[in-house]
């Protein structure tokens, strides 16, 4: 059931039924048997990467995986029962020692790996969806475990002050202010769709650029204030732009574009490849971003790992190198967040980078995962990020979907997954 609540489908209320049969279990194997074929379902959807477009051998592939999710069920659900069986099984005190495993794994090993957390769920809940604005995608989890474990707890009049002050002490935390910009704000999202083993073959992808060009064309004639691009959107690096791309900074003198492009830098004899979001308007490059938290084994291999280099040569080469600087990418009157794909995943850092902006835009590939369930997760923690940070964020994913989220974690317009298409939507300031 917990699987299924993170699926693509959706069905997010069987978290409740889940996480309360979980507690009839006091036996450490059933919750490591648990965790692991919770871990292993809701993440097989990594092998399409490893398998169809890094070229590993599926069975290493599956047995990597299952490594994975030996970890994070070690973290989450083993570390959460040996935590609760020393509390003497106590029920009120399984929501905050889960909520304690969840922040570990978040960030620790190599900057932690918060992906399908309970308190994503929240967003789906009017009421708190708003909580998420005062203690983030964690204090949603402590909530939905409580709310869950309620037929336990409330069989004993002692818990109702319980519950009472976990729903009022966070109420003067939540920011009720929506931060949007100084005035209407027209956006044109273009969704490219461009299968990954297109992507891969730079023949291949350069041969895209006529539709790629056309879709610009489009989103141009839209009269739009601002045009999104994804990540990794042309066949070409930054350094590249004023030959190849001189047709972006041709449409950028009638829209400033936003696009994410490899750039490619030397420091002497060193080459460090950035994986970035470049601002475009009046013919030039106005601003940049480069991606601060890379992902392991994707981006680069991690200490002590070097040698896997040579076993799996899809990731062989140079590492990338992470960006200095969490700051915002200015748009002539709109100051824009920019966090790229993996990014959107860490609570902390879109906080902080959300900090300097109007709007939280978000540029991903997901085609690596094709319309697997990783795919629709990804999406999900961007609505969290968006009633996180009360601002409207937007999704631009390759292969789609695409979205406009509220500040409440709303899509409000969207391109579904596997079209290309533009999007126009008008953020609206404040009356």
Not at 137 to 163: D, E, F, M, N, Q
Not at 203 to 216: I, N, S, T, V
Request: glycine share 8%; charged share 20%; proline share 6%.
């Amino acid at each position: 059931m917990l699987y299924l609540a993170f699926s693509k489908y959706d069905l997010w209320l069987l978290t409740f039924p889940a996480l309360f049969l979980l507690t009839s279990s006091r036996s450490a194997f059933g919750w490591f048997l648990g965790g692991l074929s919770f871990f292993f379902s809701s993440l097989l959807w990594i092998r399409i990467a490893m398998v169809d477009y890094g070229g590993v051998n599926p069975i290493v592939a599956i047995l990597l995986i299952a490594s994975l999710s030996l970890l994070l069920t070690l973290y989450q659900f083993s570390l959460t029962h040996f935590l609760w069986k020393l509390s003497g099984f106590k029920v009120v005190l399984l929501p905050p020692v889960w909520t304690f495993a969840e922040i570990m794994r978040s960030h620790f090993p190599y900057g932690g790996f918060p992906w399908v957390l309970i308190g994503e769920h929240a967003v789906n809940i009017p009421l708190l969806r708003d909580y998420l604005s005062a203690g983030g995608v964690y204090l949603g989890t402590l909530l939905l475990w409580y709310i869950s474990l309620s037929p336990h707890l409330l069989k004993k009049p002692r818990y109702a002050l319980l519950y009472l002050l976990l729903f009022l002490l966070p109420l003067p935390f939540v920011e009720r202010e929506v931060r949007t910009p100084k005035r209407d704000f027209k956006v044109a999202i273009v969704q490219t769709n461009v299968p990954e083993d297109v992507k891969l073959r730079k023949d291949l992808f350069l041969g895209e650029l006529p539709r790629l060009w056309r879709l610009l064309d489009e989103a141009v004639s839209k009269n739009p204030d601002l045009i999104i691009f994804p990540e990794s959107a042309f066949p070409f690096f930054a350094g590249d732009l004023y030959e190849k791309g001189r047709k972006l900074l041709e449409a950028s003198k009638k829209a400033p574009i936003l696009v994410g492009l490899v750039d490619v830098r030397t420091d002497g004899s060193f080459i460090r490849p950035y994986n970035s979001v470049f601002a475009i308007s009046g013919g030039d490059v106005i601003d940049f971003y480069d991606k601060v938290r890379l992902l392991p084994f994707g981006e680069y291999v991690p200490f002590p790992f070097g040698f896997v280099k040579d076993i799996f040569g899809a990731i062989g080469g140079v590492d990338y190198t992470p960006g200095e600087d969490l700051d915002c990418v200015d748009i002539e009157d709109l100051r824009v967040a920019t966090p790229i794909c993996f990014e959107v995943s860490y609570f902390s850092l879109v906080r902080k980078l959300a900090r300097c902006s109007d709007i939280i835009a978000v540029l991903t590939n997901d085609g690596w995962f094709r319309d697997s369930d990783g795919t629709f997760q990804h999406l999900r923690q961007a609505r969290v990020r968006a009633a996180e940070n009360r601002r409207f964020l937007i999704w631009v994913n390759n292969t789609g979907p695409s979205a406009v989220i509220s500040p409440e974690g709303k899509i409000l317009a969207e391109i579904p997954y596997g079209k290309e298409g533009v999007l126009l939507f008008t953020i609206r300031s404040k009356p």
